[in-house]
């Protein structure tokens, strides 16, 4: 599977999963408007924790 494809699939598992978890609630109360969306963000943490066992 491309690196690409990976990528979106492991993003649409954490966003499905985050939806199912907060119910629809903000986990973000206070503070700026964030440019990444918390999908986005845990899921480069898991594609680098990925990569990183790959070597």
């Known amino acids: ?5 990976f990528i979106i699939n492991i993003y649409c ?3 499905d999963m985050l939806l ?4 629809n609630k903000k986990l973000r109360q206070r503070g700026f408007a964030p440019k990444l969306s918390d ?6 943490e ?3 924790e990925f990569l990183a ?3």
């Open 46 to 48: 898991i594609i680098g």
């Open 20 to 23: 199912k978890l907060l119910k």
């Open 13 to 15: 598992l954490v966003d």
């Open 1 to 5: 599977m491309p690196l690409e494809d």
């Open 39 to 44: 999908s986005e963000v845990i899921t480069m």
């Open 53 to 55: 066992k790959q070597k």
